[in-house]
């Protein structure tokens, strides 16, 4: 049977109909708001201008996408090959150990660009680990990855709470959380950035694991697309019978992508407890893990796509901050509502407006089309 | 002039760019079997798709029984009496048959009461047509000649005065096709009207009254078929003269490559499929393994290359055994010269959403001339690609496409040029023109004829007889997991039937 659907060019398939689903997302949002009594119009502005309105809001956005990136690219490096790692949360919890740890050893000693990379490999290491347990279990126990990775979300959740508050708070201190960090484990921040802009971050948190994200982002294109490594995920990904029949290790592929994937998650810990805390607290990772399963969904595991619905979430958060200060109507939970309208029409919707467009893409230019060959057996 | 039981006039439908109709006029008289042939993609399928309300045509009518009709939904064709016997069929695997005859036109809430109808009425059909099936069987332990007929059954319980049949015989031996032929003309008899939709032309000429030849979305001609020739039909379905039968010369075999011995192997059920098979190929010659779907062949050669464990036996590669009982690797036996050409190649021999190039490497990703350190070397890659495109004639020529978005033809063409260039000893090949149209099915005969005057020892596995009678220069007949029976390629048609049939075997047990 011949795909009833012909295709998209680029720009519409990943430009156009993510922007449109994002619209009625908003709209939809915007009714929302509307029913508790507020201007939908002047809350979007408020929205708008609390995320990008001025150098502070815009610092704090990127600051929460650099975490999303993180949690995305985690989500989607499992997803290429096949396996959804719910499991972002608690990978990124207990490499905040991990971190901590080198904090907490090198913090006097060392200045922060030697304590950086020791606590990124540490972070990744630490986050790689605790997605190693689930990759071992699915790969050669045959448990399924889901459900394993979220129940690990529930451990390291205890497992943290019981190190906090029993192992590593410091002495006579009531605060489950590490002793304050030194200026050894502490991470610049990106003003200097912003100030070529004329832009003033005053104390946003935006720090230089931003640009590590966006290295990141780099390095997970470059594995995809550009490796043995990746080729053999995506085969595996794609159809697991083509990578048995083209001699790639299934258990191989489960358990390394699983490692890349938790690291990755893992790398999330270094923006909240060495960028903006400076010290770890309890629950630093809130949510973050599942957000990124969205942003990836949304990004279409691609790390440009990620990049960007990164941002768009850290927009909503820190805009939906915003927006519970200045409407009081509106409260926190309206954000997290939002949120999920974007994610129920960008990801579980997504193609509801495809057939449409491509009717009207077809009907203004047939050429431009592509020429997708009729296909199928006995057609 | 009898009445036109169905009539279509001018339908067009266009999927994006592609026109898989345009301006169809086809009239079928009732009471007869009217054959549609065409190749792969000439648009067959989309046009009974119109007519079983699957889709809707962009433009153009369609009348039944001489009054115009619209059918936008399979409901709307079935209340026209028009019934359609899928390719794959559409059956409940673990109902009985009688729950799957009545399956959606239950009629009453309750089933009990519907049950007993349905039986007296599969008995009245049993007796008029001939259509004898075990009403409390469960599908899914029917040969598949039996479940063809209870989608016959099932057509027939909802009334339908129209039958369409789309490629019916694909699964079926030379008995079972013979039978479900004498019902199509039994159904004639009754004044039932039959389309059968086929790229077979034999069957056309054995069993139809008129034949429609379809190309490129076109009708290009409607023949009574008693005068027309198998020859002029091919050439209408081609647009040019096809050789119908493979040239080739005498083959020279020469030292054992391939060997097995006592072969068994189990399927994921637990079910024996495979049971102490043995045999040899030589370098040199092609060795056809016949028989009906299902009978071990799949897994016959998914053991010998890799892809499923076996329970038992052994196999030697170039007299070097394979571990086919343990981690037998499909890469390492790439590296050993063992290249295959899987029967899926939709789901095991190419990854659909990868680019034409990407999987012009599938599985050879780790040669060194396609890497640089760890990272693929891509212009090694679509250079290589695209001289493999240049040589197969791989359509369209472009290294960047997804494979999804090429025929069935030239995706084959895809994976034979990925196995054959890359020079093997041995090339084992399973369902090499399935879902292939004509014109490729002629390329793909060539190489492998190629491959063997080459001296390299090639095993096929094919349900398509004529396909292992043309190619092979010995034919191994599998029945039940086991080979029945070897002949050479001058063994006729009939006699190849019934060892496939199992009849030998049975003869020889009592």
Known sequence: MSTPFAKLPRWADYGLIPLINLLVAFIVAGIVVLLVGENPLKAAAVLVEGAFGSGQNLAYTLYYATTFIFTGLAVAVAFHAGLFNIGGEGQAYIAGIGVAAVCLTFDGILPWWLTFPLAIVASAVVGAAWAFIPAYLQARRGSHIVITTIMFNYIAASVMVYLLVNVIKPAGSMAPQTRDFLEGAQLPKLGWLFEVFGLSVRSAPLNVSFLLALFMAWVVWLLI??????????????????????????????????????????????????????????????????????????????????????????????????????????SRDMIVIMMGLVILFAGALEHMFRPTVQTIFASLSPRSMGVPAPKGEGA | MAEAAIQLIGINKSFGAVRANRDINLEVERGTIHGIIGENGAGKSTLMSILYGFYQADSGEVHVGGKATSIHTPNDAIAAGIGMVHQHFMLVENFTVIENVILGAEGEPLLNASISKARSELQRLEREYGLEVDPDAIIEELPVGLQQRVEILKALFRGCDILILDEPTGVLTPAEADHLFRILKMLKDEGKTVVLI?????????????????????????????????????????????????????????????????????????????????????????????????????????????????????????????????????????????????????????????????????????????????????????????????????????????????????????????????????????????????????????RLIAMRDAGKAVLLVSVELDEIRSLSDRILVMFAGRVVGERGPEASEGELGLLMAGVERQEAAE
């Open chain 1, 225 to 330: 697309w550009r490796t043995k490594l990746g080729f053999e995920m995506r085969t595996f990904g794609f159809s697991p019978k083509a990578a048995r029949y083209a001699g790639i290790g299934e258990a191989r592929v489960t358990i390394v992508a699983m490692l890349i994937s938790g690291g990755l998650a893992g790398m999330m810990a270094l923006n909240p407890i060495m960028g903006d805390q400076h010290r770890m607290q309890l629950d630093f990772v809130s949510g973050a893990g599942f957000v990124g399963i969205a942003v990836a969904l949304m990004g279409r595991s691609h790390p440009a796509g990620i990049i960007a619905a990164a941002v768009l979430f850290g927009a909503l958060y820190q805009g939906g901050a915003e927006l519970a200060f200045e409407m009081p109507n509106v």
């Open chain 2, 198 to 446: 086929t790229h077979k032309l034999r069957e056309i000429m054995a069993i139809t009254d008129t034949v429609s030849v379809m190309r490129q979305g076109t009708m290009v001609a409607t023949r009574k078929t008693s005068e027309t020739t198998v020859e002029e039909l091919a050439e209408l379905m081609v647009g040019r003269r096809v050789l119908l039968r493979v040239e080739k010369g005498e083959a020279k075999p020469a030292g054992v490559k391939l060997s097995v011995k006592d072969l068994t192997v189990k399927d994921s059920r637990g079910v024996v499929m495979v049971d102490g098979v043995s045999l040899e190929v030589r370098a040199g010659e092609i060795v056809g393994i016949a028989g009906v779907a299902g009978n071990g062949q799949s897994e016959l050669i998914e053991a010998i290359s890799g892809i499923r464990k076996a329970e038992a036996g052994t196999v030697l590669l170039d007299g070097k055994p394979i571990d086919v009982t343990g981690h037998a690797d499909p890469g390492e036996l790439r590296d050993r010269g063992l290249a295959h050409v899987p029967e899926d190649r939709h789901h095991v021999g190419l990854v659909l959403a990868f680019e034409e190039a990407e999987n012009s490497v599938l599985g050879y990703h780790d040669k060194p001339q396609y890497l640089r350190g760890p990272f693929l070397n891509i212009e090694a890659i679509h250079a290589d690609a695209r001289e493999k495109i240049e040589k197969y004639d791989i359509r369209p020529a472009n290294d960047r496409l997804k494979t999804a978005n090429f025929s069935g033809g030239n995706q084959q063409k895809i994976v034979l040029a990925r196995e054959i260039e890359q020079d093997p000893g041995v090339l084992i090949v399973g369902q090499p023109t399935r879902g292939v149209d004509v014109g490729a099915i002629e390329f793909i005969h060539k």
